[in-house]
T-cell receptor, first 116, second 114 residues
């Protein structure tokens, strides 16, 4: 019954590495989102996408990029990982259809990334 | 721009006691309002939502929330908590038509004592 899948639960990467976080949803949702979650700061939006090959910056896009080549997959890329990117990363998806919109987001289980 | 404030960082209640978690939002038009719960090491699960109609909404796990436009609030309540309710709770607000982004509060961590 898993609907939003994040490929890794835990990752440890070295400073300067290029890191890929993958997210796949099976609900045919148009919208996909990447958030990072830090204690005391809640969830902060990094990037989002309303359609294939479309992307928009969220509140904290610096140091990140995204890719959405297929509707079901939304990848977050850390171009050169730094220790301040150690965090929990959450992927979510939602529907654009008006009647479904108020269903809010469906979240993945998260990827806890540690950069050393 | 919309914003959400959860004034309580951490709340401790006894098992069987009642619970109220506070949420205040800022948005000019009619908002979509949500409560999510996050168990340790997990993603967020939708508890309940409000977007129109009856201002008292029922959710899963025995939770309810009341939308009060005059107070810009959407507080979460449960009459009797269970040890399994220990988790972090997030309030979120979404804009009306055309904007799919949700803005989340900073969360309230709930601890249950026997």
């Amino acid at each position: 019954d898993v609907k939003v899948t994040q490929s890794s639960r835990y990752l440890v990467k070295r400073t300067g590495e290029k890191v890929f976080l993958e997210c796949v949803q099976d609900m045919d949702h148009e919208n996909m989102f990447w958030y990072r979650q830090d204690p005391g700061l809640g969830l902060r939006l990094i990037y989002f996408s309303y359609d294939v090959k479309m992307k928009e910056k969220g509140d904290i896009p610096e140091g990140y990029s995204v890719s959405r080549e297929k509707k079901e997959r939304f990848s977050l890329i850390l171009e050169s990982a730094s220790t301040n990117q150690t965090s929990m990363y959450l992927c979510a998806s939602s529907s654009t259809i008006i009647l479904d919109r108020a269903g809010g987001y469906t979240f993945g289980s998260g990827t806890r990334l540690t950069v050393v | 721009a919309q914003s959400v404030t959860q004034p309580d960082i951490h709340i401790t209640v006894s098992e069987g006691a009642s619970l109220e978690l506070r949420c205040n939002y800022s948005y000019g038009a009619t908002p979509y309002l949500f409560w999510y719960v996050q168990s340790p090491g997990q993603g967020l699960q939708l508890l309940l939502k409000y977007f129109s109609g009856d201002t008292l909404v029922q959710g899963i796990k025995g939770f309810e929330a009341e939308f009060k436009r005059s107070q810009s609030s959407f507080n979460l309540r449960k009459p009797s908590v269970h040890w399994s309710d220990a988790a972090e709770y997030f309030c979120a607000v979404g804009a009306d038509f055309g904007n799919e982004k949700l803005t989340f509060g900073t969360g309230t961590r709930l601890t249950i004592i026997p």
